[in-house]
């Protein structure tokens, strides 16, 4: 069973987002970076169905500059055995489609059964390149799944997703795209062995040249383009309500009701 | 969207020492000045993270718990085995994870951050089990033990202090006598951290205490070996969880081969697993001080008194800064150490300035964590009283402050 996994280095959801001057970008300085969350479910859940199964391998494989290494070192240090670094000037400004496409091509020339997204990276919150990828690939695509279980003959797969008020058990033949959400499992720490042996796991770069892109292609390839960023509207401050217990309690109760709408 | 990922190439983490260069640093002479590079590599940073993750989620919200109940952290240790940290140094030919005491070092100061008790017990299983065995005892003892702690699968313990000999190792009172294919041992060790739960214990005895410190022998002993009792559990100040006991010996058979190195090794062997030990302690310590910044720089941002966060007033401001310059220095004082050792080179002093160091900053801090805390720092709503119970032993054990000024000073004058 040969499994990729497509995953993300973002942001670290504790750190404090600040635009820069000319709202092209967001501030570097002070930012840790982390593996995104939602793909590290992924990633877990790819090293548990080759645990279960005992066979298989498990390629981690991301866009994303230099400093993405460090999250598929990340994901080696789990378990993954193998990484691919899409790393190219050439790659900067895709957007969610033009990942996908990036992806697609680099994924076409390796084996695989399955394919494990998160179900959005918390940066950007785009939730397209999972099912983009499926698309490019010509393969089946189930978003948000809780639940994954390989059949015997290893070709097909019944995954699970929480809708409102009901779980859906889906069953999809095998090659599929599937995107983690939270509730898939619980991601396990790297061990100290782990992190000694990902040194010496493969981290196989391809240039946008491998793939034959050029860098015009990119900008063609990209149909949507970022305009600015400009920081979330400020909250209202809380209103502080003063008075007697008894008056203060009818004055919420009648903002809740007329102003707040939520009673 | 733009991918964010590919326009930032900046990491800056907590730890300020990772970006800046090298440095040196000039003690009593110039031939004395060291060299030292003070950006932990990859793999050093990818454990600290980890660690640091690990210790937040999984022991944090427990270490209060333990405190209490002075339960000795069987979850904790099982959580810690399965990420190989209770055997960190020990070669992957012997079951451990085979890393350097610089990972060593980083490892126990995230864990006692999150848990004091956590920290030491991890410290005593590392540093004053498995070290010794692995540097002094010989094939046999190796493959026989090493395993099973560096695994986590068995405790280890580090059974020198008695009664009557604290300080004064040399002094000790517990006598071995050799009897056909065994030593007779019969004594009372003390204030021994882990022996609740540990099963392998290195005790030190003397076959002639007319020798000093010359007739000091150290043996492996098995939990079960016959005339070996664990004593009572001593209720304690702080690290509480750590599951700290007498032993008591009565006729105590340990087979001949059971003794590690030769007759008269043992105080040898002690001094030198303390030397590499008080690295563990000044690590706890550092973890300790760093939890009480932490704790401090929030409860001083969120407290308002006079209409404003007491995080404006100047003089808190300096309790803060005061904390936050020595954490530097001793941190820095312990890597430099843990640096020495890993390169081969001498660490005797350093190590002991920097358990001194540390210890010292420990309680420093855990006083003016509770001040800036006022009267909820006084109270078991906030974690400050405990790390101010648990900064205080680090000024003890492993050689008190006192004792520390003395190495020091024996390699000062020579
Ligand atoms: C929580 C805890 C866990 C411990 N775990 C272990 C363990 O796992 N294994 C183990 O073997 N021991 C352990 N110990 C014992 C510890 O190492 C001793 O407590 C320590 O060495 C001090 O010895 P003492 O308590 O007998 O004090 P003493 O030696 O009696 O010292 C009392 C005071 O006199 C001072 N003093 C003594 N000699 C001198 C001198 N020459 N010059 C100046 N001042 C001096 C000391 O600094 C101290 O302030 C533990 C202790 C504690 C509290
Ligand atoms: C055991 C105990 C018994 C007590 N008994 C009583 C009692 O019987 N009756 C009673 O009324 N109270 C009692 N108290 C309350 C006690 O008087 C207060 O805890 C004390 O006044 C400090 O107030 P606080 O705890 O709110 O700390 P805070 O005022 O919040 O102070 C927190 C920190 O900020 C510092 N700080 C505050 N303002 C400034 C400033 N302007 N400039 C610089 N630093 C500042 C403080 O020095 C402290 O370090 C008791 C407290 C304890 C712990």
């Known amino acids: 069973m040969k499994i990729i996994v497509c995953i993300k280095q973002v942001p670290d959801t504790e750190a404090q987002i600040k635009i820069n001057s000319d709202g092209s970008g967001i501030v570097a300085e002070g930012i840790k970076w982390v593996l995104n969350p939602y793909d590290e479910f992924a990633v877990e859940e790819a090293i548990r169905v080759k645990e279960r199964l005992k066979e298989g391998e498990v390629t981690v494989i991301t866009l994303g500059s230099q400093q993405a290494k460090e999250a598929l070192r990340a994901c080696l240090a789990m378990g993954a055995d193998k990484a691919v670094h899409l790393a190219d000037e050439a790659f900067t400004g895709a957007d969610s489609g033009a990942t996908a496409l990036i992806l697609s091509l680099a994924i076409k020339n390796m084996e695989y059964d399955i394919i494990l997204c998160g179900k959005q990276a918390v940066d950007g919150d785009m939730a397209q390149v999972g099912s983009s990828l499926a698309e490019f690939l010509d393969m089946p695509f189930v978003s948000n799944i809780t639940k994954l279980e390989i059949s015997a003959d290893k070709k097909s797969a019944k995954v699970q997703r929480e809708t409102e008020g009901a779980s859906e058990i889906i069953e999809s033949t095998l090659p599929a795209v599937f995107s983690a959400q939270k509730g898939l499992n619980e991601p396990r720490y790297a061990s100290l062995m782990g992190i000694m042996q990902a040194k010496k796991k493969e981290i196989k770069e391809i240039k946008a040249q491998d793939l034959g892109i050029e860098k015009e292609t990119v900008k063609q390839m990209s149909k949507m383009h970022l305009l600015k960023f400009s920081p979330p509207t400020q909250r209202p401050p809380g209103r502080m309500i003063q008075g007697e217990p008894r008056d203060t309690a009818i004055e919420l109760v009648k903002l809740l009701h007329e102003e707040a709408k939520v009673i | ?414």
């Not at chain 2, 060291?34 to 940073?45: G, I, P, V």
């Not at chain 2, 979850?75 to 890393?99: H, Q, R, S």
């Not at chain 2, 704790?295 to 308002?304: G, L, N, P, T």
């Not at chain 2, 006084?378 to 003890?396: F, H, N």
Request: with cysteine.
């Open chain 2, 1 to 414: 969207m733009a991918d964010l990922g590919l326009q930032n190439k900046v990491v800056v983490g907590e730890l300020a020492l990772r970006k800046s260069g090298k440095a040196s640093f000039a003690t009593t002479s110039f031939k004395e000045a060291y060299e030292m590079d003070f950006n932990l590599n990859e793999d050093q940073l990818m454990i600290q993270e980890m660690v640091h993750k690990f210790a937040e989620k999984e022991l944090a919200p427990r270490a209060a718990h333990y405190d209490k109940t002075m339960e000795f952290p069987w979850e904790n240790v099982k959580k810690l085995a399965g990420l190989n940290l209770m055997g960190i140094t020990v070669p992957p030919e012997y079951g451990g994870a085979g890393l350097d005491s610089l990972s060593y070092c980083i490892a126990i100061e995230e864990i006692s951050r999150a848990c004091a008790s956590t920290g030491v017990i991890t410290a005593v299983q590392n540093s004053l089990a498995e070290f010794p065995l692995y540097k002094f005892g010989n094939e046999d003892h190796k493959k026989k033990y090493l395993p099973l702690l560096a695994s986590g699968e068995k405790i280890g313990a580090y059974a020198l202090t008695e009664p009557n000999s604290g300080s004064d190792a040399a002094g000790m009172e517990t006598t071995a006598v050799a009897h056909e294919d065994h030593y007779i041992l019969n004594g009372v060790k003390t204030f021994i951290t882990n022996s609740i739960a540990a099963e392998i214990f290195l005790l030190y005895a003397t076959v002639n205490k007319s020798l000093g410190h010359k007739g000091i022998c150290c043996f492996i002993i098995e939990k079960n070996f016959p005339g070996f009792k664990v004593g009572k559990k001593e209720e304690m100040m702080g690290v509480r969880a750590s599951g700290t006991c007498q032993l008591i010996l009565e006729n105590c058979r340990v087979p001949k081969e059971n003794i590690l190195g030769a007759e008269g090794d043992g105080f040898k062997i002690a001094m030198t697993t303390l030397d590499v030990g008080r690295m563990g302690i000044a690590a706890q310590a550092v973890g300790i001080a760093q939890a009480c910044m932490d704790q401090s720089i929030k409860y001083a941002k969120e407290r308002k008194q006079f209409n404003q966060p007491i995080s404006s007033f100047q003089l808190v401001q300096a309790m803060l800064v005061e904390m936050a310059v020595k954490i530097d220095a001793a941190r820095l004082l312990l890597y430099r150490a843990a640096k020495l050792r890993d390169e081969g080179a001498k660490f005797v002093k350093e190590s002991s300035m920097a358990k001194w160091f540390s210890s010292e900053t420990a309680m420093e801090c855990a006083i003016k964590a509770v001040q800036i805390h006022g009267g909820y720092g006084y109270t078991t709503e906030y974690p400050v009283e405990r790390l101010m119970r648990d900064a205080k032993v680090t000024q003890i054990y492993e050689g008190t402050s006192e004792i520390q000024k003395l190495v020091i000073a024996r390699n000062l004058l020579g």
